[in-house]
């Protein structure tokens, strides 16, 4: 230990720098590690990095920093969760669009990522692998490479093991868990629908499972077995329980002051190295309590 906001650890052999920190911090999990890891809240021998291979000698000082990183007060509304010469996986928190639209340039996730990038060489880019809605919270892949970008795309339904939502819902969902399928369309004015006839349109397919739910709502947890365009917030409405505070697919009530809708968890392929990888995020607190047995 040296100074309250930084705590010093000294490598005993030759490893990497990741595996080293999980040891050296156990009571955090490893998300937490790559997390503070990403910030650039880690010093070797005095000098920043972000690397998780970043290779330690015997007697090597490693210096993990408490105060708020430069990089934390660049990203507004984005937590970073993975970053390495590839992808950078974030939490984006709701209210914050993914990229930009005619309304809005620069308060996006992907020009505040792009800026974050670029701190470390002007030359350095990022790319779009999915999105979420402004209203919509939780985790995103974004590529550093666009060999990355076009390989997690091109291989998506294989490379992408789980998609894991959770949603608040108006009303009392009666069956536990249940499957919706169905064809998506897109109208006129832009709102995404289920087409009455099969195979007309984009096939969607949602699986949930009740959480919880009082007389008002209900909690759902939601895994995607497709990707479409809304696909989660039509299925609930074609369900009859819409998302709470989204008017435009039918809810009539807003008790979060937001979208009911948080990306709680992705596990994919690294579409480089190959390494099976998880990500997980705290579902906000709001959607328990809103949800719960009075």
């Known amino acids: 230990m040296s100074k309250s906001n930084e705590t010093v650890f000294t490598a005993t052999e030759q490893e990497e720098l990741l595996p080293f920190l999980i040891r050296s911090m156990p009571g955090k999990g490893r998300n937490h590690v790559k997390a503070i890891l990403a910030r650039g809240q880690v010093y070797v021998g005095g000098k920043r990095t972000t690397k998780h291979n970043h290779p330690l000698s015997p ?13 934390e007060e660049i990203l507004q509304g984005v937590s970073i969760l993975f970053e390495d010469d590839h992808l950078l ?9 993914s990229i930009a639209s005619d309304k809005e340039q620069q308060f996006t996730a992907y020009a505040m990522l792009t800026d974050y990038v670029r701190r470390a060489n002007p030359r350095n880019r990022i790319f779009v692998v999915h999105r979420l809605d402004r209203d919509t919270s939780g985790v995103m892949i974004f590529a550093k490479t666009e ?13 992408v093991e789980a998609r894991i939502y959770v949603a608040l819902v108006e009303g009392k969902v009666r069956q536990p868990e249940g499957v919706i399928t169905s064809w998506l369309k897109e109208s006129k004015t832009l709102k995404m629908y289920s087409s009455p006839h099969p195979n007309d349109g984009q096939k969607a397919v949602t699986r ?32 009859g329980h819409p998302i709470a505070g989204d008017k435009k697919y039918g809810s009539r009530q807003n008790p979060l002051g937001r ?3 948080h990306a709680q968890s992705i596990a994919f392929t690294h579409p480089i190295t190959g390494e099976a990888l998880r990500f997980a995020t705290k579902v906000p607190k709001a959607f328990y309590k809103r949800s719960e047995q009075v």
């Open 89 to 97: 996986v974030v939490e984006k928190e709701a209210g914050l669009l």
């Open 208 to 239: 949930y499972k009740l959480l919880q739910q009082n007389a008002e709502y209900s909690l759902l947890e939601l895994e995607l077995e497709t990707g479409r365009k809304n696909q989660i917030r039509v299925h609930m409405e074609d369900l």
């Open 259 to 261: 979208l009911g809708l």
């Open 147 to 159: 060999k990355a970008k076009e390989t997690l795309q091109a291989n998506w339904q294989d490379a």
């Open 59 to 71: 007697g090597q000082k490693v210096t993990v920093s408490w105060t708020k990183s430069f990089e």
